[in-house]
C-alpha cells in the first residue's frame, strides 16, 4: 500500500491565522482557523499592521492545534505547504517564515501555493468526485476572477475585475448603507428582508473583454442613490437597497459565468471565495446550472472564506508534480495565478 501524503498547510494572507491537516489532497484531518475579524471591525476593515502582529502571535498556536487536532506529529508530515501570495505582505510574511522555519529545522519539504488556487481547490474537499477541466468563478475580498481550471495547478484567465473586487463592493456598500465590516455576510441577510427589484442599479460591462467586471460603477450608483435621498429629506430603505445592489452583483455574475461556460463547452462549474458563501449566488447559479445542464459544484461556507485546508489540497497537487521550494521562497504581495 502506497504511503499516505499528509500536508500540514498555513494560510495568512490577510486576517485569518489558520493551520490545517490535509491527507491525501481531499481528506481534511483539522482545519484550525482564528479569525481576526472582531479586532478589525472597530476601523471598518483590515489594517494590515495589526494583522501581522496577530499572526505572530497566534501563528505557532494555531499550527500546534492542527497537529493535535489531527493526531499527527512533525515526523509524521510530507511536505509543508504555504500560501506565499497574493495577500498582504507582512500577513504573508508571518505564514511564509513559519513555514520555511519549520522546513529547515525538519527537513520537511516546503511548497509555496497561491492563495486563489486554494480557494479554487477547496471544490475538491466535499466533492470528491470532481476533476478539472471546469470554469471556476473565484470571488473573494480582493479578488474576482473567471478562470478555467485545465489541469491541476493549469489556470487560464478568462476574465478578472478591472477595479474592485466582489467582496470589497459588499464591503464599502455594507458600510455606506450603515451595516458596518465585514459587509458581504450581513447585506446576504439583511437582502432576505428586501425587495432586490426595488431600485434598478446598473450591470456594467466591459466593452473590449467580454468576461471582465467592474464593480465599481455599481459602488458609485449605490453611494448616488444614498446622497439623492439625503438631498431630498428622504430615508431609505436599507433592506431594499442591500437587496437591490446583491441583485445586480449576482446578476452580472451569473451572466459573466454561464456565457463562459456555454461557449467553452464544460460541464462542470465551481465557485470559490468568501462571496460563494453569498446564498443569493448559490441559488440564482444553483438555478442557471440546472437550465444549462451544468453541473453546479460550490465548497461549503468554511471553505469558501480564508482557511488552510484550501491551501493543503492546492498544496498536494502541486506536491504530485514535484513544486518545492527553497528557503529563498518570499512574500509575494500581488503573485499572479500561473506564476
Ligand atoms: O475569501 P475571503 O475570506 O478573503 C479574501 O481572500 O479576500 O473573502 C472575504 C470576502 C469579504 O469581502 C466578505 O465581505 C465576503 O468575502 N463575504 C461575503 C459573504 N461572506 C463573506 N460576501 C457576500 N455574501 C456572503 N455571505
Ligand atoms: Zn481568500
Known amino acids: 500500500m502506497e ?10 494572507s490577510c486576517d485569518e491565522t489558520a493551520a490545517a491537516v490535509v491527507k491525501n489532497g481531499r481528506e481534511v484531518l483539522s482545519n484550525v482557523i482564528y479569525s481576526q475579524i472582531a479586532l478589525h471591525t472597530e476601523y471598518g476593515g483590515v489594517v494590515p499592521e495589526i494583522a501581522s502582529r496577530k499572526h505572530i502571535e497566534k501563528i505557532n498556536q494555531v499550527i500546534n492545534q492542527a497537529l493535535t487536532e489531527a493526531d499527527k506529529k512533525l515526523e509524521d508530515i510530507t511536505a509543508i505547504a504555504v500560501t506565499y501570495g497574493p495577500g498582504l505582505v507582512g500577513a504573508l510574511l508571518v505564514g511564509v517564515s513559519a513555514a520555511k522555519a519549520i522546513s529547515f529545522a525538519t527537513g520537511i519539504p516546503l511548497i509555496g501555493v497561491h492563495h486563489i488556487e486554494g480557494h479554487i481547490s477547496a471544490n475538491f474537499i466535499e466533492n ?13 475580498g480582493g479578488h474576482s476572477h473567471l478562470v478555467l481550471v485545465e489541469d491541476y495547478g493549469e489556470y487560464e484567465i478568462l476574465g478578472r475585475t478591472r477595479d474592485d473586487a466582489a467582496g470589497e463592493a459588499f464591503d464599502k456598500v455594507a458600510r455606506a448603507i450603515g451595516l458596518g465590516y465585514p459587509g458581504g455576510p450581513k447585506i446576504d441577510k439583511v ?21 471582465d467586471f467592474s464593480f465599481s460603477g455599481l459602488k458609485s ?86 482557511n488552510a485546508a484550501m491551501i493543503g489540497t492546492a498544496g498536494y497537487y502541486e506536491y504530485l508534480k514535484g513544486v518545492r521550494h527553497g528557503f529563498d521562497l518570499n512574500a509575494v504581495p500581488n503573485l499572479k495565478l500561473g506564476e
Open 191 to 211: 437582502s432576505k428582508e428586501g425587495n432586490p427589484d426595488a431600485i434598478h442599479f446598473p450591470r456594467a460591462k466591459v466593452a473590449s473583454a467580454e468576461y
Open 3 to 12: 504511503k499516505d501524503v499528509l500536508i500540514l498547510a498555513i494560510e495568512s
Open 221 to 306: 450608483a449605490v453611494l448616488n442613490y444614498l446622497n439623492s435621498c439625503q438631498m431630498k429629506g428622504e430615508e431609505f430603505n436599507q433592506a431594499d437597497v442591500a437587496a437591490s445592489f446583491q441583485k445586480a452583483v449576482i446578476d452580472v455574475l451569473v451572466e459573466h459565468s454561464m456565457d463562459a461556460v456555454k461557449r467553452l463547452g464544460t460541464t462542470k462549474f465551481a465557485i470559490a471565495g468568501g462571496v460563494a458563501s453569498n446564498t443569493g449566488l448559490r441559488s440564482a447559479l444553483e438555478e442557471a446550472c440546472k437550465r444549462e445542464g451544468i453541473t453546479f459544484y460550490h465548497p461549503s461556507p468554511v471553505y469558501c472564506t480564508d
Open 128 to 140: 470528491k468526485e470532481l476533476e478539472p477541466p471546469f470554469v471556476c468563478l473565484v470571488v473573494s
